[in-house]
């Protein structure tokens, strides 16, 4: 139902927050058996659930999707146990990461319920996702609830009808149990708002969960959930799912998962266009989160998708996998962690006879973020600060970071918004002739051959970042100015040992400054234990051979190479 304190009703903003924070907790409270109180939230979370879940709680909740999907259409397990099990393991989460809006405890057992008596009684599951429980990031619209994004001024508005994509999941069989937090404009890569406060990091509560899905990059790091759905506009997705220990995270190509029925400031832009995509345990929910809406053909209700059927296509029968390293964006250099863990897989995929690895080097990315930059706000950001100002609520300082401290945003007229979207295309075309430039030959059909497959990159220019310092974006916004999928994987952690030894380095420019003061300011043991991830990026529409890439180098390579839960 709709929240009654809102600023509209002459409610002040620190009251609205202090009513959506009890709304939280009173869902909190419906957990049956209830939750203990924790006095002392420690540094490394995770240990909590085995100090207050049971042991079926526990290995239910660590289960992977694809051993979790069939238990639950066979009745080896039912939907109504394993809803409450990561009911309980969400509500735990959120005392130690603060990472949930609220939990739904009521309609998902009683969805859990009636997917069970189905089951008994047809014999069969409703659907790929039958019983399965998926957390739901807040601006994702559910019908009848609140659907502020992260605005104190948009509390009390709610959702007319669920969003497409849920409506297509809900059809597949699974149960919503939860929403998570986002960040104030929902353009930060870590998640705080007046509304909630800071979502951290189950590993380490110094460290950012990411943003702006950082609660479901820390529900799913926690185990409170196995496979959520985040959006991403310049990094939303893949943030969380690096900085968040053993999680896999994809953001599709634009135009191929559903986005109607989202809430955001700007709607209707269209020179940088977000994707939706999930956050999983693991490789496999991610590809049956994507098959299973492609699958329902969503272009027939949303034209302005694409109409491709999930590709069943063998993309390296026959053939070497060639994969191209990123090892620096030429703008900030990453950690030392970052580049062991690249040198890692590198090293583990050399030799190998279906493999070939060669060099990738940036072009330009310095002029792709001042691109990208100038092109999130076409109105200079006057609808994000109109958001915030009407409930008087104070700008955090990644908000003041991409907005008002930004040089590049700037309000545009028709005709300048009509040159920076020039200027964007131009520098695709520059950047598909680079990746065309790495073919061997020409086919007889005319096709490209031996070109590189996919890039292997860093996510960010270290771990998991300290709070309010995840200010370079390069590293993912990249790929959303490409408009190029890319798939977030877990590799290893940050390690005193290995990653400890002093580097003599100079700054190429104040970002890049920034970046390596933190590391120098805190050295390996102020991210001891954080997990360390990296991503795989493929050209635009080639989302299933990202996919099949990827489940090719980790059975090569064999990642992660440690162990997070």
């Known amino acids: 139902m709709a929240a009654t304190v809102t600023i509209s009703s002459g409610a002040t903003w620190q009251e609205v927050a202090a009513d959506r924070q009890k709304h939280r907790d009173v869902t909190l409270s419906l957990l049956d058996p209830p939750l203990p109180p924790i006095e002392d939230i420690p540094l490394n979370t995770i240990p909590l659930a085995r100090k207050f879940l049971t042991a079926d709680e526990i290995k239910i909740t660590e289960t992977l999707v694809e051993d979790l999907v069939p238990q639950l259409a066979k009745g080896e397990l039912s939907s109504v146990a394993v809803t409450k099990a990561f009911l309980r393991r969400a509500g735990l989460a959120q005392k130690a990461t603060n990472c949930i809006t609220e939990l739904l405890p009521q309609p998902a057992l009683e969805r859990a319920a009636y997917l069970d008596a189905y089951l008994t009684g047809h014999k069969k599951p409703i659907g790929p996702l039958h019983g399965l429980p998926i957390s739901v990031k807040e601006h994702i619209g559910m019908k009848g609830l609140d659907w502020n994004g992260g605005f104190v001024f948009w509390v009390g508005k709610v959702a007319k009808d669920d969003a497409h994509i849920l409506s297509i999941l809900w059809g597949a069989g699974c149960v919503f149990y939860v929403r998570s937090t986002q960040p104030q404009s929902l353009m930060h890569l870590e998640t705080s708002s007046n509304l909630y406060g800071v979502t951290t990091n189950p590993f380490n509560t110094t460290l950012t969960a990411g943003g702006s899905s950082g609660g479901e990059g820390a529900l799913v790091g926690f185990r409170g959930s196995c496979l959520g759905i985040g959006t991403d506009i310049g990094g939303s997705i893949r943030s969380p799912a690096a900085n968040n220990a053993g999680v896999y995270g994809m953001k599709p190509t634009s135009g191929r998962l559903p986005m109607r029925g989202l809430t955001a400031t700007q709607e209707g832009e269209e020179q940088i266009v977000p994707t939706i995509g999930p956050l999983s345990t693991s490789l496999e929910g991610c590809k049956l989160f994507i098959k299973t809406i492609i699958d329902a053909k969503p272009w027939y209700e949303e034209p302005t998708l694409l109409p491709f059927p999930w590709k069943e296509e063998e993309f390296f029968k026959g053939k070497k996998l060639k994969v191209g390293v990123l090892w620096d964006d030429g703008v900030v250099k990453p950690h030392p962690p970052i580049t062991r863990a690249l040198k890692q897989v590198v090293d583990k995929l ?6 070939e690895i060669v060099e990738w080097k940036p072009y330009k990315h310095d002029l ?30 990644l908000t003041k970071h991409i907005l008002t401290d930004n040089p590049h945003c700037q309000p545009h007229s028709i005709s300048s918004m009509w040159a920076a979207t020039l200027k964007r295309d131009a520098y695709r075309a520059e950047y598909a002739s680079l990746w065309n430039s790495t073919a061997t030959f020409v ?86 234990g954080a997990p360390v991830c990296l ?31």
């Open 350 to 355: 050399k030799g190998k006879p279906n493999i």
């Open 368 to 397: 792709a973020w001042e691109l990208i930059a100038n092109l999130y706000f076409s109105d200079g950001g006057a609808d994000e600060a109109g958001a915030i100002n009407s409930s008087g609520e104070p700008w955090r300082p």
């Open 443 to 528: 086919g007889p059909n005319g096709d490209l051959e031996g070109m590189v497959d996919v890039i292997l990159s860093p996510v960010g220019p270290g771990a998991a970042p300290k709070i309010d310092t995840a200010k370079w974006w390069g590293y993912t916004s990249q790929w959303n100015l490409l408009d190029y999928p890319a798939l977030v994987f877990p590799v290893d952690r940050v390690d005193v040992v290995n990653d400890g030894e002093k580097v003599e380095y100079e700054s190429r420019n104040e970002k890049d400054a920034f970046n390596w003061g933190l590391w120098e300011g805190h050295g390996a043991e102020g991210w001891e």
């Open 535 to 565: 991503q795989l990026v493929g050209r635009r529409y080639e989302d299933e051979k990202v996919i099949q890439a990827l489940e090719i180098l980790k059975k090569e390579a064999g990642f992660p190479f440690v162990e997070y839960i």
